[in-house]
């Protein structure tokens, strides 16, 4: 690799839609940046796909040093084997980076810890936060143990260093570092070969469907309606989507009440789930599992409706009633009839 | 059509339904288990679930592999009471605290120990530590084709089955070829409820236990220290929320928060 063999490389996978970087993907620009900066190296990014020409000369906004682009021809999905073997036939070929980040998202989720075990490395997964430590070591911070406590994982011994990072975590770094940015940097662009392994053929594309449009996204949503395990069962689901619908708020959900049924996947707040930011949060049933709370961000007002006042929600609310949410959301929604 | 080899990978974890209950101990940092029942991981019941559905459709056999401590013996019964044909608990000191590709290791050493299998299924991630890593690395440790979070599942024909899966913008159809792994959501399937028959037959039967020794690892691959991660610091978030509990009657506590709200 021009001049960069001996400085330490921070590799970033970045995941672009309909020409336009993932929200995550630009999260990621920045911390790779500021790590290759701390570690005095320089940060690569992978991209495969094609019509990419106005999309990779932004990758300057990071200061990126070089772009590793991969266009497999025929191929209009994410296909597991074919991107695993080409992104590890990479750090074999161009040399093994620092790390390598990944969003966690479908695909790197999928991709990441695939690419770890073929290279015999470790994966962290969904990390809210990454540091370094004084030797140069990948702080990666991750809710852990049931969502009852954060954990800082490290791959001492191994290189790469792989973690997906969770979109919405590291929000807020991007305008500082865009500010920067203005210093010419020349963007080497280096097309690799997809590797295409013999055993591919065994899955083929059938049909893609487009979801629709969501009518409501929980991520931007001022206003989260969220239900747990504490909501009993289906008929006490539309208690939460009715109240929802009264104040005009996104229905979000805990992972027991998605494995309940009762809210779909897209629904889920937290470690693995969305991460919301809204002006007004209203947790019932919810037992207060850092699995959850943790994709509860910003600043807006939390409220908590539990039955169970030992209740864990009730140390991270501003407002918390102990009581049948049966007997409250009612009220509350004929309160806000009465009043509007 | 042809029948099936079906093995389902499934992890006892505490009962989500008692996680308010989960305390850390302030000295070890690690989770109080003692007291919360051990439940099977809800995805991985989905797991079985499709195993089975697969098997009742084309005939084969469905085997669970599990790799915990012995403690796990009892959670595996429940794979048999739900019909799975045979339970294989992978157990040993050594493989403890691995992470998730240690912990993948073991499991693609006891899959190999039972022959070859047509396909593999797991729960998408577990309710504990959530990586959804083990599937896809458990796959490419036997290199095995792999699909992540099936929605849907169904046999195509002999060799192939159509799956659907779910990212962020579109969903897909693939036609996937066996023998391959697939990790399902909980959207696959409505898993079945445990009939008091099945759980009395199964009491009569026994759950195989593979050890270390059975399984012809290197020690120095599997368990903590084979592991590429390491935990380094284990902490909990004060939240830093000044905390008003609303009290009084209902009427009182609605008409308060209404207030506070400014709705």
């Known amino acids: 690799m021009k001049g960069g063999a001996d400085l330490k490389q921070v590799w970033v996978f970045a995941e672009h839609q309909a020409g336009q970087w993932a929200s995550v993907t630009r999260e990621l620009l920045t911390a790779g940046r500021n790590l290759a900066d701390r570690l005095a190296g320089e940060l690569g990014v992978i991209v495969v796909g094609d019509e990419l020409e106005d999309l990779i000369p932004t990758l300057s906004n990071w200061r990126a040093n070089r772009v590793f682009l991969v266009q497999p021809k025929g191929l209009s999905f994410y296909h597991p084997l074919v991107y695993t073997e080409t992104i590890t036939e990479m750090v074999k070929d161009l040399g093994c980076p620092e790390m390598i980040l990944f969003g966690a998202t479908y695909l790197g989720r999928d991709l990441a810890p695939a690419v770890a075990a073929r290279l015999g490395t470790g994966c962290a997964a969904d990390c809210c936060e990454l540091k370094l430590d004084e030797q140069g070591n990948l702080l990666q911070i991750v809710p852990g143990l049931g969502g009852t406590i954060f954990a800082t994982i490290v791959t001492p011994n191994h290189r790469p260093q792989v973690a997906t990072v969770k979109p919405g975590m590291l929000e807020g770094e991007i305008s500082s570092l865009e500010e920067k940015a203005g210093i010419e940097m020349p963007l080497e662009i280096i097309r690799v070969e997809a590797r295409i392994p013999k055993n591919s053929h065994a899955v083929q594309l059938r049909e893609v469907r487009r979801k629709p449009a969501v009518e409501a996204k929980l991520e931007v949503a001022q206003r989260v309606v969220a239900g747990g395990a504490g909501i009993g069962n289906k008929e006490g689901w539309t208690v939460i989507e009715d109240l929802a619908k009264t104040l005009g708020a996104v229905v979000g959900a805990t992972r027991p009440a998605v494995d309940e049924g009762w809210a779909e996947h897209d629904q889920m707040i937290g470690q693995s789930g969305k991460t919301v930011r809204p002006e007004l949060y209203i947790g019932i049933g919810i037992s207060g599992d850092m699995m959850h709370t943790v994709g509860i961000k910003g600043k807006g007002i939390l409220v908590a409706i539990n039955q169970d006042p030992k209740a864990a929600i009730f140390k991270q609310v501003d407002y918390g009633i102990v009581a049948d949410y049966r007997v409250i959301v009612p009220l509350l929604m004929q309160e806000i009839k009465n009043n509007a | 059509m042809r029948p099936l080899r079906i093995a389902v990978c499934v992890k006892p974890v505490p009962d989500p339904k008692q996680s308010s209950s ?36 084309a005939g084969g056999n469905v085997t669970v592999f599990s790799m915990a401590p012995p403690a796990a013996e009892q959670t595996l019964t429940e794979t048999l009471a739900m019909g799975a044909d045979e339970a294989v608990l992978l157990s040993d000191l050594h493989f403890a605290g691995g992470d998730t590709l240690a912990t993948a290791r073991v499991l693609a050493a006891g899959l190999k120990k039972m022959g070859d299998w047509d396909l593999i299924i797991c729960g998408a991630e577990s309710f504990d530590g959530g990586t959804a890593q083990v599937g896809s690395q458990l796959a490419v440790l036997q290199g095995l084709p792999w699909i992540t979070r099936v929605r849907h599942l169904e046999r195509e024909d002999d060799a192939h089955l159509l799956v659907t899966l779910e990212d962020e913008v579109e969903q897909r159809d693939l036609l996937v070829q066996m023998p391959l792994l697939l990790t399902v959501d909980s959207a696959v399937n409505q898993p079945r409820r445990l009939s008091l028959l099945g759980i009395l037959a199964a009491r009569k039967r026994k759950v195989t236990t593979y050890n270390f020794n059975d399984l012809g690892l290197d020690k120095n691959t599997i368990g903590l220290d084979g592991s590429p991660t390491q935990t380094r610091e284990l902490f909990t978030l004060e939240s830093s929320k000044k905390v008003e509990m609303l009290t009084g009657n209902p009427q009182q506590i609605v008409a308060e928060l209404f207030t506070k709200l400014g709705l």
Do not use: M
Request: hydrophobic share 40%; proline share 8%; charged share 30%.
């Open chain 2, 22 to 57: 989960f305390q850390i101990d302030p000295v070890s940092k690690t989770l109080v288990r003692k007291g919360i029942p051990l439940v099977i991981n809800p995805l991985d019941r989905h797991a079985l679930e499709a195993g089975l559905r697969l098997k009742e459709s």
